[in-house]
T-cell receptor, first 110, second 112 residues
Framework: GDSVTQMEGPVTLSEEAFLTINCTYTATGYPSLFWYVQYPGEGLQLLLKATKADDKGSNKGFEATYRKETTSFHLEKGSVQVSDSAVYFCALINNNDMRFGAGTRLTVKP | DAGVIQSPRHEVTEMGQEVTLRCKPISGHDYLFWYRQTMMRGLELLIYFNNNVPIDDSGMPEDRFSAKMPNASFSTLKIQPSEPRDSAVYFC??????????FGPGTRLTVL
Protein backbone atom coordinates (compact mmCIF):
# COMPACT_ATOMS: atom_id res chain seq x y z
CA GLY A 1 0.00 0.00 0.00
CA ASP A 2 0.88 3.67 -0.09
CA SER A 3 3.28 5.00 2.52
CA VAL A 4 5.22 8.06 3.64
CA THR A 5 8.70 8.03 5.14
CA GLN A 6 10.13 11.02 7.00
CA MET A 7 13.56 11.64 8.38
CA GLU A 8 13.74 10.71 12.02
CA GLY A 9 14.00 13.43 14.57
CA PRO A 10 14.41 15.17 16.72
CA VAL A 11 16.01 18.00 14.80
CA THR A 12 17.60 20.81 16.80
CA LEU A 13 18.69 24.02 15.08
CA SER A 14 19.80 27.47 16.07
CA GLU A 15 17.66 30.44 15.13
CA GLU A 16 18.20 31.59 11.51
CA ALA A 17 19.60 28.22 10.44
CA PHE A 18 18.48 26.49 7.25
CA LEU A 19 15.95 23.70 7.65
CA THR A 20 15.42 20.60 5.56
CA ILE A 21 13.12 17.77 6.60
CA ASN A 22 13.18 14.90 4.15
CA CYS A 23 10.04 13.12 3.02
CA THR A 24 9.71 10.34 0.46
CA TYR A 25 6.63 8.45 -0.54
CA THR A 26 5.49 5.25 -2.17
CA ALA A 27 2.23 5.37 -4.08
CA THR A 28 0.61 4.24 -7.28
CA GLY A 29 -0.73 6.91 -9.58
CA TYR A 30 -0.56 10.59 -8.72
CA PRO A 31 -1.10 11.37 -5.05
CA SER A 32 -1.49 14.83 -3.56
CA LEU A 33 1.20 15.70 -1.03
CA PHE A 34 0.97 17.73 2.17
CA TRP A 35 2.95 19.05 5.08
CA TYR A 36 1.12 19.51 8.37
CA VAL A 37 2.49 21.18 11.50
CA GLN A 38 1.53 20.42 15.09
CA TYR A 39 2.38 22.96 17.76
CA PRO A 40 2.52 21.81 21.39
CA GLY A 41 -0.91 20.98 22.78
CA GLU A 42 -2.69 21.59 19.49
CA GLY A 43 -4.09 19.66 16.57
CA LEU A 44 -2.42 19.43 13.17
CA GLN A 45 -2.61 22.41 10.83
CA LEU A 46 -2.09 22.30 7.10
CA LEU A 47 1.17 24.06 6.28
CA LEU A 48 1.36 23.58 2.52
CA LYS A 49 0.36 21.23 -0.26
CA ALA A 50 1.09 20.24 -3.85
CA THR A 51 -1.25 18.31 -6.09
CA LYS A 52 0.86 17.46 -9.13
CA ALA A 53 4.44 16.88 -10.17
CA ASP A 54 6.76 19.91 -10.08
CA ASP A 55 4.25 21.94 -8.08
CA LYS A 56 5.78 23.96 -5.26
CA GLY A 57 3.79 24.52 -2.12
CA SER A 58 4.76 27.45 0.09
CA ASN A 59 3.54 29.12 3.26
CA LYS A 60 5.09 31.13 6.12
CA GLY A 61 8.53 30.87 4.54
CA PHE A 62 8.35 27.09 4.18
CA GLU A 63 8.55 25.45 0.77
CA ALA A 64 8.31 21.95 -0.67
CA THR A 65 8.45 20.77 -4.28
CA TYR A 66 6.64 17.68 -5.56
CA ARG A 67 9.38 15.59 -7.22
CA LYS A 68 7.87 12.61 -8.97
CA GLU A 69 11.21 11.37 -10.32
CA THR A 70 12.58 10.99 -6.81
CA THR A 71 9.17 10.45 -5.11
CA SER A 72 10.05 13.19 -2.63
CA PHE A 73 8.49 16.25 -1.01
CA HIS A 74 11.20 17.70 1.20
CA LEU A 75 10.31 20.62 3.47
CA GLU A 76 12.68 23.60 3.53
CA LYS A 77 12.95 26.97 5.21
CA GLY A 78 15.79 29.38 4.76
CA SER A 79 15.84 30.86 8.25
CA VAL A 80 14.01 29.20 11.12
CA GLN A 81 12.65 30.97 14.18
CA VAL A 82 12.04 29.79 17.71
CA SER A 83 8.32 29.91 16.95
CA ASP A 84 8.80 27.20 14.28
CA SER A 85 9.44 24.64 17.02
CA ALA A 86 6.82 21.97 16.42
CA VAL A 87 6.26 18.50 14.98
CA TYR A 88 6.04 18.35 11.19
CA PHE A 89 4.12 15.63 9.35
CA CYS A 90 4.41 14.72 5.71
CA ALA A 91 1.26 13.17 4.24
CA LEU A 92 -0.25 11.97 1.01
CA ILE A 93 -3.75 11.41 -0.29
CA ASN A 94 -4.31 8.91 -3.07
CA ASN A 95 -7.77 7.74 -4.10
CA ASN A 96 -9.28 9.06 -0.87
CA ASP A 97 -6.72 7.16 1.20
CA MET A 98 -4.66 9.44 3.46
CA ARG A 99 -1.32 8.39 4.91
CA PHE A 100 0.79 10.34 7.40
CA GLY A 101 4.47 10.03 8.09
CA ALA A 102 5.68 9.46 11.64
CA GLY A 103 6.40 13.13 12.23
CA THR A 104 9.65 15.01 12.80
CA ARG A 105 10.11 17.09 15.94
CA LEU A 106 11.92 20.38 15.34
CA THR A 107 13.36 22.45 18.17
CA VAL A 108 14.80 25.86 17.38
CA LYS A 109 17.03 27.41 20.01
CA PRO A 110 17.62 31.16 20.32
CA ASP B 1 -16.22 29.80 12.26
CA ALA B 2 -14.89 28.45 15.55
CA GLY B 3 -13.12 25.54 13.91
CA VAL B 4 -13.49 21.92 14.90
CA ILE B 5 -14.62 21.63 18.50
CA GLN B 6 -13.82 18.63 20.65
CA SER B 7 -14.89 17.79 24.16
CA PRO B 8 -13.71 17.05 26.70
CA ARG B 9 -10.14 18.29 26.28
CA HIS B 10 -8.91 15.93 28.95
CA GLU B 11 -10.45 12.74 30.27
CA VAL B 12 -9.15 10.53 33.04
CA THR B 13 -11.02 7.33 33.72
CA GLU B 14 -10.54 3.93 35.23
CA MET B 15 -10.16 0.72 33.31
CA GLY B 16 -13.51 -0.80 32.41
CA GLN B 17 -15.39 2.47 32.27
CA GLU B 18 -17.18 3.77 29.18
CA VAL B 19 -15.65 6.82 27.53
CA THR B 20 -17.40 9.08 25.04
CA LEU B 21 -15.51 11.66 23.02
CA ARG B 22 -17.41 14.36 21.15
CA CYS B 23 -16.76 16.37 18.02
CA LYS B 24 -18.46 19.24 16.26
CA PRO B 25 -17.09 19.68 12.73
CA ILE B 26 -16.86 22.91 10.79
CA SER B 27 -20.21 23.79 9.29
CA GLY B 28 -20.50 22.78 5.65
CA HIS B 29 -17.76 20.17 5.78
CA ASP B 30 -18.94 16.84 4.38
CA TYR B 31 -16.11 14.69 5.75
CA LEU B 32 -15.31 13.89 9.35
CA PHE B 33 -12.33 11.90 10.58
CA TRP B 34 -11.31 10.37 13.91
CA TYR B 35 -7.59 9.86 14.60
CA ARG B 36 -5.59 8.49 17.50
CA GLN B 37 -2.08 9.71 18.28
CA THR B 38 0.43 7.91 20.50
CA MET B 39 4.18 8.08 20.84
CA MET B 40 4.54 4.46 19.81
CA ARG B 41 2.21 4.32 16.82
CA GLY B 42 2.08 7.93 15.67
CA LEU B 43 -1.09 9.22 14.04
CA GLU B 44 -3.62 6.56 13.09
CA LEU B 45 -6.86 7.05 11.17
CA LEU B 46 -9.62 5.22 13.01
CA ILE B 47 -12.69 5.97 10.90
CA TYR B 48 -14.09 8.57 8.57
CA PHE B 49 -17.57 9.67 7.54
CA ASN B 50 -18.89 11.27 4.39
CA ASN B 51 -22.26 13.00 4.68
CA ASN B 52 -22.77 11.32 8.07
CA VAL B 53 -22.20 7.82 6.63
CA PRO B 54 -19.22 5.76 7.84
CA ILE B 55 -17.04 5.05 4.81
CA ASP B 56 -13.95 3.34 6.18
CA ASP B 57 -13.69 1.96 9.71
CA SER B 58 -10.79 -0.39 9.03
CA GLY B 59 -8.65 1.54 11.49
CA MET B 60 -10.93 0.96 14.45
CA PRO B 61 -8.81 -1.24 16.71
CA GLU B 62 -11.51 -3.58 17.97
CA ASP B 63 -15.14 -3.98 18.88
CA ARG B 64 -14.69 -1.91 22.01
CA PHE B 65 -14.53 1.14 19.77
CA SER B 66 -17.57 2.59 18.02
CA ALA B 67 -18.28 5.87 16.27
CA LYS B 68 -21.48 7.56 15.23
CA MET B 69 -22.48 10.65 13.34
CA PRO B 70 -26.21 11.21 13.91
CA ASN B 71 -26.20 14.52 12.04
CA ALA B 72 -23.90 16.84 10.12
CA SER B 73 -22.87 18.79 13.20
CA PHE B 74 -22.03 16.09 15.72
CA SER B 75 -20.05 12.90 16.06
CA THR B 76 -19.05 10.65 18.93
CA LEU B 77 -16.31 8.11 19.48
CA LYS B 78 -17.09 5.64 22.23
CA ILE B 79 -14.81 3.16 23.97
CA GLN B 80 -16.52 0.51 26.08
CA PRO B 81 -14.92 -0.92 28.13
CA SER B 82 -11.81 1.24 28.21
CA GLU B 83 -8.33 -0.19 28.80
CA PRO B 84 -5.01 1.45 29.76
CA ARG B 85 -3.65 0.85 26.25
CA ASP B 86 -6.37 3.15 24.91
CA SER B 87 -4.58 6.10 26.52
CA ALA B 88 -3.79 8.53 23.71
CA VAL B 89 -4.73 11.84 22.19
CA TYR B 90 -7.81 11.50 19.99
CA PHE B 91 -8.28 14.02 17.21
CA CYS B 92 -11.33 14.84 15.18
CA UNK B 93 -10.88 16.52 11.81
CA UNK B 94 -13.30 17.75 9.16
CA UNK B 95 -12.90 18.58 5.50
CA UNK B 96 -14.99 20.02 2.70
CA UNK B 97 -13.48 17.67 0.14
CA UNK B 98 -11.27 15.10 1.92
CA UNK B 99 -8.08 16.78 0.73
CA UNK B 100 -7.56 19.57 3.25
CA UNK B 101 -8.36 18.46 6.76
CA UNK B 102 -8.96 20.80 9.66
CA PHE B 103 -8.09 19.30 13.00
CA GLY B 104 -9.60 19.93 16.39
CA PRO B 105 -7.46 20.49 19.49
CA GLY B 106 -7.75 16.86 20.55
CA THR B 107 -8.90 14.99 23.63
CA ARG B 108 -6.18 13.58 25.86
CA LEU B 109 -7.48 10.31 27.29
CA THR B 110 -5.84 8.61 30.23
CA VAL B 111 -7.15 5.23 31.33
CA LEU B 112 -5.83 4.15 34.72
Amino acid sequence: GDSVTQMEGPVTLSEEAFLTINCTYTATGYPSLFWYVQYPGEGLQLLLKATKADDKGSNKGFEATYRKETTSFHLEKGSVQVSDSAVYFCALINNNDMRFGAGTRLTVKP
Amino acid sequence: DAGVIQSPRHEVTEMGQEVTLRCKPISGHDYLFWYRQTMMRGLELLIYFNNNVPIDDSGMPEDRFSAKMPNASFSTLKIQPSEPRDSAVYFCASSPNYNEQFFGPGTRLTVL
